[in-house]
T-cell receptor, first 112, second 113 residues
Framework: DAGVIQSPRHEVTEMGQEVTLRCKPI?????LFWYRQTMMRGLELLIY????????DSGMPEDRFSAKMPNASFSTLKIQPSEPRDSAVYFC??????????FGEGSWLTVV | GNSVTQMEGPVTLSEEAFLTINCTYT??????LFWYVQYPGEGLQLLLK?????DKGSNKGFEATYRKETTSFHLEKGSVQVSDSAVYFC????????????FGKGTTLSVSS
């Protein structure tokens, strides 16, 4: 079975550019999560969706970050404009009905 | 609010040594508890979990017991291998359906031969 699929796996971009990270959750899962991992702050929950509806976005750092889930099989996390402090690994994860949460392999973002 | 505290690393052990990584939590109600492992350059993988008090989760020689009286979920392994070198994350999820995992800061384990 396919797991959570994220793209791109690696991205290097210049400060000020727009970054779009994509996620395809496991088929049938109804919850989707975006996490950010940095050395300084560890794993932080940015936002999560249940049944495509955003439930808690209190972890989104600022207005430069936005996330959408237009349907059950796709979500995006967008940063516009990007800044060097946004450099991190961004993980998408999904689950069904509050059961085990499965993670993708991450998108490794570097903003120079 | 809910939170997880795990021991600071790095933990450095020789092969076949006994491993303990401490994890304590603060939560209302009866959360589920998890250990995830992250190998270098990879995402997080579920290692084991326990959903109620006194449950023991186990996988690949690792064990952790859900202790409600001490609000702990310590990870143990009797004999570590070099291939166990990774970052280990303790996490909890509240008992409300569709809520997110809350993670500890992670403990880096380095095992040498």
């Amino acid at each position: 079975d396919a797991g959570v699929i994220q793209s791109p796996r690696h991205e290097v971009t210049e400060m000020g550019q727009e970054v779009t990270l994509r996620c395809k959750p496991i088929s049938g899962h109804n919850s989707l999560f975006w996490y950010r991992q940095t050395m300084m702050r560890g794993l932080e929950l940015l936002i999560y969706f249940n049944n495509n509806v955003p439930i808690d976005d209190s972890g989104m750092p600022e207005d430069r970050f936005s996330a959408k889930m237009p349907n059950a099989s796709f979500s995006t996390l967008k940063i516009q404009p990007s800044e060097p402090r946004d450099s991190a690994v961004y993980f998408c994860a999904s689950s069904w009905q509050g059961n085990t949460i499965y993670f993708g392999e991450g998108s490794w973002l570097t903003v120079v | 609010g809910n939170s997880v505290t795990q021991m600071e690393g790095p933990v450095t052990l020789s092969e076949e040594a006994f491993l303990t990584i401490n994890c304590t939590y603060t939560a209302t109600g009866y959360p589920s508890l998890f250990w995830y492992v992250q190998y270098p350059g990879e995402g997080l993988q579920l290692l084991l979990k326990a959903t109620k008090a006194d449950d023991k989760g186990s996988n690949k020689g690792f064990e952790a017991t859900y202790r409600k009286e001490t609000t702990s979920f310590h990870l143990e392994k009797g004999s570590v291998q070099v291939s166990d070198s990774a970052v280990y994350f303790c996490a909890l999820m509240s008992n409300q359906a569709g809520t997110a995992l809350i993670f500890g800061k992670g403990t880096t384990l380095s095992v040498s031969s």
